[in-house]
Every structure is written in structure tokens, then in C-alpha cells.
């Protein structure tokens, strides 16, 4: 998967509407059945393993950025 690919976020939003739903019929619990909860952990593990792409570029480019490069002209005279 490359950082342009489109992550699938569906099983993300049903679950954020499952615990919304849940937690307006006053419900004490909230089941997932096994294939909702691997989709489930399966867009979480690509979500995270994105973020921490992402941040190591951002990470690397400011290292890039802070590195401070020093050139001296002295016009040929280095006496």
C-alpha cells in the first residue's frame, strides 16, 4: 500500500455509529461479531501504520530543513 493510496475507513465510521446508537438507547454493552471486529482491526492497523509513516517523513524533512549548512568566502586569502 502506498501513502496515496485511499484507506478504507468504513469499518471505523459503523463502529463510531454503533457506540453512538448504542449510547443513545442508554445500551450497558456493544458485541461485534468476528468479521466486523478483523475489519475493524484491520483499518486500524493500516490507519496506525500510516500515521506512522507519515510522522517519520515529517520527522526526516524537519531534520532535512534544521541542518545548517556554513559556507565562508575569504576571497582567496586564507592566511
Do not use: H, W
Not at 475493524?40 to 510522522?55: I, S, Y
Request: glycine share 6%; hydrophobic share 40%; net charge neutral.
Amino acid at each position: 500500500m502506498s501513502t496515496q493510496d485511499k484507506l478504507n475507513m468504513i469499518p471505523i465510521q459503523q463502529f463510531i455509529n454503533a457506540v453512538k446508537g448504542a449510547d443513545a438507547s442508554k445500551q450497558r454493552e456493544l458485541r461485534l461479531d468476528i468479521d466486523n471486529a478483523k475489519r475493524l482491526a484491520f483499518t486500524l492497523g493500516e490507519v496506525m501504520t500510516r500515521m506512522n509513516g507519515d510522522l517519520e517523513a515529517i520527522i526526516k524533512k524537519q531534520k532535512a530543513q534544521d541542518d545548517v549548512i556554513q559556507v565562508q568566502f575569504d576571497g582567496g586569502n586564507s592566511f
